[in-house]
């Protein structure tokens, strides 16, 4: 099956409008994140209903992620994108802006469903315009979600630092997010779909469905590095400080290191993949992801338990992106750009479902045995990875990197 021919320069433009758009993305998600006791505070959730309202985000956030599945069959998935983005950011205003907790609630939903057809589409966008490029490009997007988290997380420290309201907070933010999704948004590539069918808008409804046991090793491997993640972004801080003993302004910041080495790590991962393949570069990650929970585990004191935390930012930041660009690789060469596109939406729903299991996981383990013995579940749970590598290599690697490429005059 050919990659279709896109303009060199819309290819570049298309670039950077996703790469845009993942960071919009990272900076929402963390300004809502950051500040949740904050959103708990004003609506005056408690401590028992709170994981309730948590957990709610990201199973509607599967459920978006499913209608948007069935949607691609109908509509292009650069206008889910265009649509889902505005609605997210104006989501996020909302919860901090609206009146009551049934209010906040229903703000609360609105960005779970949008941000699941969000996170859908712009993956199924990024794969789609690697398959374009010819060569790995994933990782850079990746990458630009982490930049927008670390501003976004700033932003949020900013606001708690001048205790600034949430509305004050979010209105400025979002007045600026908003316009520049929608600018952004008119210059997505996504042609090779129209094309392969002539033009048709609903060339994805003709696909028969990619056989869920085939993508099995891929969603297995979405939820062990989701499990890994959260429990860095849920944990690292209690870790820190009650069991290597810091101090409460150091245990926080074993996250900020994990973004930061995130985002370092997703910058030249295209180049690992480029001149390596995506199968060594996912090896290497699962493997200094496995030591950096292997270190966390054994820490002596805080600055050794500082140092795993960074071992696994730089070890779990390539496996996300390149799973869904297996994903999305294996089913457009099984059935075309259509399948590619609903291979990219069930495997986002696993995204959640490792959020939604690695918390309570190492909680309850941590209660029940020991919080070093628990971060040894995630190391072995990533470590299945190696299992499941060669699932990452392209079904036909007619390059040394796994790509067809394009004419030279199509990359420009």
Known sequence: MTVPRVPGARLRHGR??????????????ALLVTRIPAIQD??????????????AVPVLAGVGSVGTEQLVKRVRPCRVLRCAQPVVCLALLAVGAVGSMAQAAVALAV???SVGALDASMNML???LQRAYGRSIMLGFHAAYSLGGIVGASLAWAGAHWKLSLALLYGPVVAVLVPLALIVGRWFVDRDRQEAAGGQEGAAAAVAPLAMRLLLPLCLVMVFAYIGDSTVSNWSAKYLQDVLGSSEQLATVPYNVYMVTTLLGRSVGDLGV???????????GTVVAAGGFAVVAAAPGAWAGMAGFTLLGLG?????????????RFAFERQGPGASDMAVARLNIFNYVGFLIGSPLVGALGDAWSYRGAMLVPMVLVLVTLVY????GAPEARYGDG???PRTADVG
């Open 16 to 29: 950077v409008s996703l790469a845009l758009s993942f960071f919009v993305q990272g900076a929402v998600f």
């Open 42 to 55: 004003r609506y005056g959730i408690s401590d028992a209903l709170l994981p309730a309202f948590l957990a």
């Open 274 to 284: 480029r001149r390596f393949g995506a199968v060594a570069v996912v090896r290497t």
């Open 111 to 113: 960005f779970g469903l």
């Open 316 to 328: 779990l930041c390539v496996i996300v992106p390149q799973t869904f660009a297996a994903a999305g």
């Open 389 to 392: 590598a060669r699932s990452f």
């Open 126 to 128: 990024g794969v789609s």
């Open 403 to 405: 790509y067809e490429r």
